[in-house]
Structure formats: C-alpha cells, structure tokens
C-alpha cells in the first residue's frame, strides 16, 4: 500500500489542479470565482435588456443552494474519488510520465469517457437518478450549470479508472475531468447564438441547449462535454433547429434544493416499486 499512499500524497499536495476545475492554484480561485460571477451579472443584464426572462429569482437562489451543497460535497467525497483512482494506479503495469503530450492524451480520453458517462446517465435509471437534477430547470442560464447532484462524485470516479489503469496520471485525470465541467459552465447560457463552422466539431451553447431540450428531436442528443465528434461518431448529433423547450416533462417544480437533490431518487424507488407491484 506504499504506493497508494504516496499518489494520494501527491494529489493532496497538487490540489490546485482540480480546485474548481482548473490548473490554477488557491491564490487565483477567488479571482477566477469573481469572473463566473460576473459573467452571471451580464447576463442577468442582457436578460432583463431583452426580456428573455432567463433569470427567475427563487430559481437562482436555490441554483446557489445547490452549488454550494456540491461545492461541499467535493470537499466530503475529495478522499474516496482520489482513493478510487489511487488503488487503479497501484495496480497499472505502466506509469506515464508528467508532460505535455500525456496530459493532451488523457484530455482527450477523459472526454470520451465523459461521452458514455453521460449518455449512460440518460439511459439507465439508476444513473438518471443523480443525473435529474440537471435538468430539472424549465430555464437557461448560467447559474444552472452547476444545478449538479450532491452525491455523484460516488458515481463518477467508478468511471475514469480505466485511464488510471493504462498508467495515465491520476492528477491529469481528476484536472481534465475538471476542466470539462468547467467548460461546460460557458455552455448553459441562451447568450450566444450558433457558432459557424465549429458546430458539430466541440460543444457549444447552441449544442448544449439542444442537449437540454424536452422537444422530441433533441431528447438524448449531443452528449459531449468538450468534443462533439464522439456524437458524431455514434449517431448522437443534432444541431438547433427549432426554439427548445427546458425542462423533464411531467416534472413538478420545486424550489426545495433537497427536494431537487433527491427527486431523481424518490422517481427510481417509486418506479421500482411499481414494478413489483
């Protein structure tokens, strides 16, 4: 267990490189808290400058409730994630090294990974469970990027270990997983129209929103975090092209972030329990 105990040393002391999903340390944290935050404020302004009516006031408050409920979570959950990568490196025949090339490759692989991480939370119920959160808003705005579940850093670990099985660094992991949600961050926003000849080729805003619509053409569309080729590749792709319509059908709205947290739980033990019936 030497082994274990040092990569869990070692990602201790580069904790900078997965706090609040970047390569950037404790000192620029606030800073780069204080652009999202901005970034809100506009677009609360073009909002209310259009009447787009993005932002509705108990929504946000309780999208800030959520977020700091998984901002907690990561720190209560931030041993288990690093121990379940840490026992997949231990076991590895190979170790890549810490440079450039490596860190490309593991971004890359890590955004494959998320692709069927994704789409299998779309369709395997266990996994919709902690996934329903997200899209439980019947709006589009900044603030519902971080609409995620408290409980699914239990999950999301299970899948990268491959990557930490083929030797990639467990730090290049965590970072690129990261850095994708963070990315995703610019996505959730109804700001920014299609993009031109980079639709189809990485995520967008207009890609995300599709991602996020009830309307029948875009139900379990566009499920890339970074890279639209991989729905591309399998038949998941579809562009904007009709005005999207937020939200779970049937779902009731609530403004209880408990009540969002576990709804997707209470669906699946409901269901089940019809089942045997």
């Known amino acids: 267990m030497g082994f274990l105990t040092d990569e869990y040393n070692k990602l201790i002391m580069k904790k900078y490189f997965v706090q609040h999903g970047g390569l950037i340390s404790e000192h620029y944290r606030t800073n780069v808290l204080l652009f999202l935050l901005a970034l809100i404020i506009m677009e609360i302004i073009w909002s209310w400058r259009n009447d787009k009516k993005s932002y509705q006031l108990k929504e946000t408050f309780v ?8 901002q907690f979570s990561k720190i209560i959950f931030a041993g288990y994630q690093l ?24 971004f890359v692989l890590a955004d494959f990974i998320y692709y ?39 999950i999301s670990p299970l899948f990268f270990v491959p ?18 949600l963070l990315y995703q961050f610019f996505l959730h926003t109804e700001a920014v129209g299609k993009m031109g000849a980079i639709e189809g080729v990485i995520d967008t805003p207009s890609a995300h929103r599709v991602h996020h619509g009830s309307n029948d053409i ?19 792709y579809q562009p904007e092209t009709e005005k999207v319509i937020y939200g779970i059908p ?3 709205v609530s403004y209880n972030p408990f009540r969002l947290v576990m709804q997707g739980f209470i669906e699946l033990f409901k269901n089940k329990k019809q089942s045997t019936l």
Do not use: C
């Open 116 to 154: 069927w991480f994704h789409r299998a939370s779309h369709l395997w119920m266990p996994l919709w469970a902690f996934h329903h959160i997200h899209h439980s808003s019947t709006r589009m705005n900044l603030t519902y990027a971080y609409r995620l579940n408290w409980f699914s850093a239990l």
């Open 83 to 106: 121990t379940i990568l840490g026992l997949a490196s231990n076991i590895s025949l190979i170790h890549f090294g810490h440079n450039v090339p490596v860190f490309i490759i593991t």
């Open 63 to 70: 999208n800030m409730a959520i977020l700091a409920g998984f």
């Open 163 to 180: 990557l930490a099985l083929l030797g990639l660094p467990s730090e290049f992991i965590v970072t690129s997983y990261a850095l994708n």
């Open 218 to 236: 875009y139900i379990d569309k566009n499920f890339g975090g970074v890279f639209m080729w991989w729905d591309r590749i399998f038949k998941t």
């Open 250 to 252: 049937g779902n009731q």
